[in-house]
């Protein structure tokens, strides 16, 4: 599994004009299965993403594609984690 973190830049401001396409490309995230939870990271600095169900490289495609991140309004960094014990909820995980 991983976790994206997309910290804002010094674009941030521009964030509003690409929010449509920013919101279209978590929405595909999770409809294809990929995105497990997105959220705000606080204080407003940015967001994050935990993402299962995919390779390094098809996700690091996945998140170059974010307007976000083409337009660098937020900085992407993925961290890969291999799950080692889970709450019985999240035992697919553990695949």
Known sequence: MFVILLKFSD???KAGQYMAGHNAWIKRGFDEG???LAGSLQPKLGGAV???NTTLADLQTRV???PFVAE???SAEIF???PGKTDER???LLG
């Open 11 to 13: 674009n941030k401001a």
């Open 80 to 82: 890969e984690i291999t």
């Open 50 to 52: 935990v993402a299962h």
């Open 34 to 36: 990929v995105f497990l």
């Open 90 to 92: 999240l035992d697919f």
């Open 64 to 66: 170059d594609a974010d």
């Open 72 to 74: 660098h309004i937020v």
